[in-house]
């Protein structure tokens, strides 16, 4: 009970304002995981390899591209607005289980392989993604 | 030969900032050893030291003593026009304009919660875009914004409530006197 009459005391002690700026945050969390963390198709991909700076895919056209990397060659499956690689010569074949890709922002990649694929919407700047320190 | 002696005039007011400076970097400090689950989310212990001093003291006062704090707690930590120094300054610019404005609205509608919320909120917001400007032009980044406003309100609310007791019990103590 002791705790129950503190909580009350502490409600007790909200202005009116304050009632009103938490209830407002709450509004804007919720809008903000609505806004934020919808996900939005991607339209092209960008395959990098050693062989290609930046090859532009579109996502519409169901096709196999086979890239060139350092080990071999990777199978890159398009279909449907989905992009997935198929085989890779590579050890651990942890691109292969990582599946199909198809929101904007989403990256897979062969690193032993040196593929990269990136998913991006047309609007997509490209740009670097970190700095490390 | 004669010794001349340099000496700074100080005021009531510098040793109040300086007195509740030091309180903020060593809150500050303590603070940075604690493990943090998720890069971001701190519960800004420091920030309370700056909301006692705006209620208690004014809007100039607090600016000084979070400034200074954001200063020598990085100078302290090493930290000091590294990444994490350039996000510190921008939440507490942020935050400190935030309250300057919700402070100086006449009739002064906010308590210690609702200032607290909205220092809390401005801090996070100017950290994340300032991460996104200057270091992860990514808009991924964005993803986190809503879990790190969540934890921010958390954060600020339970703040403002502390602040809120220690004001009224400093209150009872001097009555006592």
Same mark, same amino acid.
């Given at each position: 009970?002791?705790?129950?009459?503190?909580?009350?005391?502490?409600?007790?002690?909200?202005?009116?304002?304050?009632?009103?700026?938490?209830?407002?945050?709450?509004?804007?969390?919720?809008?903000s995981?609505?806004?934020?963390?919808?996900?939005?198709?991607?339209?092209?991909?960008?395959?990098?390899s050693?062989?290609?700076?930046?090859?532009?895919?579109?996502?519409?056209?169901?096709?196999?591209?086979?890239?060139?990397?350092?080990?071999?060659?990777?199978?890159? /499956?398009?279909?449907?607005?989905?992009?997935?690689?198929?085989?890779?010569?590579?050890?651990?074949?942890?691109?292969?289980?990582?599946?199909?890709?198809?929101?904007?922002?989403?990256?897979?990649?062969?690193?032993?392989?040196?593929?990269?694929?990136?998913?991006?919407?047309?609007?997509?700047?490209a740009?670097?993604?970190?700095?490390?320190? | 030969?004669?010794?001349?002696?340099l000496?700074? /005039?100080?005021?009531?007011?510098?040793?109040?900032?300086?007195?509740?400076?030091?309180?903020?970097?060593?809150?500050?400090?303590?603070?940075?050893?604690?493990?943090?689950?998720?890069?971001?989310?701190?519960p800004? #212990?420091?920030?309370?030291?700056?909301?006692?001093?705006?209620?208690?003291?004014?809007?100039?006062?607090?600016?000084?003593?979070?400034?200074?704090r954001?200063?020598?707690?990085?100078?302290?930590?090493?930290?000091?026009?590294?990444?994490?120094?350039?996000?510190?300054?921008?939440g507490?610019?942020a935050?400190?304009?935030?309250?300057?404005?919700?402070?100086?609205?006449?009739?002064?509608?906010?308590?210690?919660?609702?200032?607290?919320?909205?220092?809390?909120?401005?801090?996070?917001?100017?950290?994340?875009?300032?991460a996104? #400007?200057?270091?992860?032009?990514?808009?991924?980044?964005?993803?986190?914004?809503?879990?790190? #406003?969540?934890?921010?309100?958390?954060?600020?609310?339970?703040?403002?409530?502390?602040?809120?007791r220690?004001?009224?019990r400093?209150?009872?103590?001097?009555?006592?006197?």
């Open positions: 009970m002791a705790g129950l009459t503190l909580w009350r005391n502490i409600i007790a002690d909200f202005k009116l304002a304050d009632k009103a700026v938490f209830l407002f945050s709450v509004s804007l969390i919720v809008t995981f609505l806004y934020f963390w919808q996900t939005t198709p991607a339209s092209y991909a960008m395959i990098k050693p062989q290609h700076e930046s090859l532009q895919v579109s996502l519409n056209k169901k096709q196999t591209y086979n890239i060139q990397g350092t080990l071999g060659i990777s199978a890159i /499956e398009v279909n449907q607005g989905k992009i997935r690689f198929v085989s890779s010569p590579c050890q651990n074949k942890f691109c292969i289980q990582h599946g199909w890709q198809q929101h904007h922002g989403d990256l897979t990649a062969c690193l032993p392989n040196r593929i990269s694929i990136q998913l991006a919407d047309l609007n997509q700047t740009s670097y993604d970190a700095i490390n320190f | 030969m004669h010794h001349s002696h000496q700074i /005039e100080t005021t009531h007011q510098d040793r109040l900032i300086a007195g509740f400076a030091a309180l903020a970097i060593s809150i500050h400090l303590l603070e940075s050893a604690l493990p943090s689950p998720i890069p971001g989310i701190k800004g #212990l420091a920030n309370l030291v700056t909301l006692y001093v705006l209620i208690r003291h004014g809007w100039r006062l607090a600016v000084n003593v979070s400034l200074l954001v200063l020598a707690g990085s100078l302290l930590l090493g930290s000091f026009l590294s990444p994490t120094f350039s996000l510190s300054l921008a507490a610019i935050s400190l304009t935030v309250l300057g404005v919700a402070w100086h609205i006449p009739g002064k509608p906010f308590g210690p919660v609702g200032l607290s919320i909205l220092a809390a909120l401005a801090h996070m917001t100017a950290q994340i875009v300032t996104y #400007l200057l270091f992860i032009p990514h808009t991924a980044l964005f993803t986190l914004l809503p879990l790190l #406003l969540t934890s921010a309100l958390i954060s600020g609310t339970l703040g403002g409530i502390l602040v809120n220690i004001i009224k400093l209150d009872e103590l001097t009555q006592h006197e």
